[in-house]
């Protein structure tokens, strides 16, 4: 009797045994069967929504299948983001995180509608983005010295914009604010692309814009480039200092970009996404594409972005107590 007991559990843990990488591999072997949504959790034109929408177009090339980006936006990134969060994890919803949404959002906002690590599976860190101070020319700031005597001859009187709180833009912004012991009133917008009419216009004093989104209005003069937020200098502005070189010692910031799923998405689907888009960014074409925009390519695995996560959340947690950045 024990000796057909024993025979019959055995038969059951290698039926299991065999049944998971089944399930899972079997998804992985027929992944994507149908359409894919990649939620970009501001509004449309920014790199977020550039970069989701590349991915999305790449993949839909590779795959025959239609990779489709939906824009979210509202509460600095974290309603789109609670969408994936809550979404089944079968791989046909995804999101192009940002330092905000898997970040830095749970470190400003009193109350999160999701678990910035345990409620996602971590696909691969898309890119890298340099931020650049800018301002309007209309404002009588040729340096970063120019820009931080007129902030401190009128605190408090002028504004600088972002793409949404606890966004890149806005985190660089506080950032600068603390280091150099200026007042300047925070605006932040649904998405950085939907600041640009303020900010081309002069509403805006300054703003630390993702390279992509400005660099067109940096070359026909429609706005100033005064520093490189990130810790070195970028070729697409070879003669722009970095906002630490221009004198505000130990400055650093910069956006980047990452595709999660939902946590417990099958591995095998991950990884073969990871896999793919890996794959699409050593394309030539792809690769000029990137540059052009001035962004740097990484398409990491996802332990790599599991372990890159944790590390810009302990680090922006220090920024964030010092420079008191909170959300009411």
Known sequence: MKRLLGMALAGCAAALLAAVPAISFGQAADYPT???????????????????????????QAWNRQFVVENRAGAGGNIGAGVVATAEPDGYTLIMGSIGTHATNSLIYPKMPYDTVNDFA?????ANVPLVLVVHPSLEAKSVADLIAILKAKPGQLNYASGG????????GELFKHLTGTDVQHV??????????DLLAGRMAFMFADLPLVAPYIKDGRLRALAIAGRNRITQLPDVPTVAEAGVAGYEASAWYSLFAPAK?????????????????????????????????????????????ASEITRWA????????HID
């Open 122 to 126: 971590p696909i691969t860190q898309v």
């Open 165 to 172: 709180n606890g966004a890149s833009q806005h985190l660089a």
């Open 318 to 325: 220090e920024v964030v107590k010092a420079a008191r950045i």
């Open 188 to 197: 932040p917008y649904k998405g950085s692309a939907a600041s640009l009419p």
């Open 265 to 309: 998405t099958p591995a095998a689907i991950v990884d073969k996404l990871q896999t793919a888009i890996a794959k699409e960014f050593k394309n030539p074409d792809v690769q000029r594409r990137l540059d052009a925009m001035g962004v740097e390519a990484v398409a990491g695995t996802p332990a790599e972005l599991r372990k890159f996560q």
């Open 34 to 60: 149908k359409p894919v949504r990649i939620i970009v959790p501001f509004g449309p034109g920014g790199s977020t929504d550039q970069l989701a929408r590349l991915v999305a177009e790449r993949l839909s």
